[in-house]
C-alpha cells in the first residue's frame, strides 16, 4: 500500500508511517486488553480465541463510533471519515472492523487504502488541526506493566494450582485413614 494522495486527491490521506504507528499502537493496546479480559473469562482455548477478537472488535467499533479515532489516531492526529468528508454510519463502522482482522493483506495491494477502508466506503485522513495526545508512551507503559502483571498471575496462579492439589490430596488422605481406622476398630 503506497500513499501517494494521487488517486484520492483533496483529502489528505494518512501517510504509510501514520498507518503503521496506528496498527502498532491499537494493536498493542487492545491485544493486551483482550487477552487479559478473555483468558479471565474463557477456560477453553475456543471461548479466548472468540472473545479476544470480539473484545479487539470492540475497542476499534466503539472508540470510532464515539470520537472516528482510535488512541493512536489521536497520537498521530488522523481520524476515520466516509466519502463526504464526514463521520462514518455506524454500518459502515461494522463493515472497517469487521474487515480490519483481514487487513493484512492490504500491504501487497496497490491501493492507497487497505481493504477494510475500501469495504467500507472511509478514509483515514491526516488533520493537523486535530489535538495530538502522547499515546505512545503511555502505551508501552501500560504494555509493560500489564506484561509484568501477566507474568505474576501466572506464577500465583501455577502455586494456587499447586497448594490446591496439595490440599485436595490431604482431604483424600484423611478421609482414606478415617475410613480404615473405622474398619480397624469395627
Not at 480465541?49 to 470480539?54: E, R
Not at 476499534?60 to 479515532?69: K, P, V
Not at 487487513?103 to 477494510?116: F, N, P
Request: aromatic share 14%; glycine share 4%.
Amino acid at each position: 500500500m503506497k500513499i501517494t494522495n494521487r488517486i484520492y486527491q483533496g483529502l489528505n490521506l494518512a501517510n504509510e508511517k501514520d498507518r503503521i504507528d496506528n496498527f502498532l499502537i491499537d494493536f498493542m493496546i487492545s491485544s493486551t486488553l483482550a487477552l487479559f479480559i478473555s483468558s479471565l473469562i474463557n477456560e477453553t482455548i475456543l471461548g479466548t480465541i472468540i472473545s479476544y477478537y470480539l473484545i479487539r472488535f470492540i475497542y476499534y467499533f466503539c472508540s470510532e463510533l464515539i470520537y472516528s479515532q482510535t488512541p493512536a489516531k489521536f497520537e498521530t492526529q488522523t481520524i476515520v471519515l466516509n466519502e463526504k468528508g464526514e463521520k462514518p454510519t455506524i454500518l459502515s463502522l461494522l463493515i472497517r472492523n469487521i474487515s480490519r482482522f483481514w487487513s493484512g493483506l492490504s500491504a501487497i495491494t496497490d491501493d492507497e487504502r487497505a481493504i477494510h477502508d475500501n469495504l467500507s466506503k472511509t478514509f483515514v485522513t491526516k488533520d493537523l488541526n486535530l489535538e495530538k495526545v502522547n499515546v505512545r508512551k503511555y502505551t508501552i507503559w501500560f504494555y509493560n506493566i500489564s506484561f509484568f502483571i501477566g507474568i505474576i498471575i501466572y506464577i500465583l496462579g501455577f502455586f494456587i494450582d499447586y497448594f490446591k492439589n496439595i490440599y485436595i490430596i490431604g482431604i483424600l488422605e484423611i478421609i482414606l485413614i478415617n475410613i480404615l481406622l473405622r474398619r480397624k476398630s469395627n
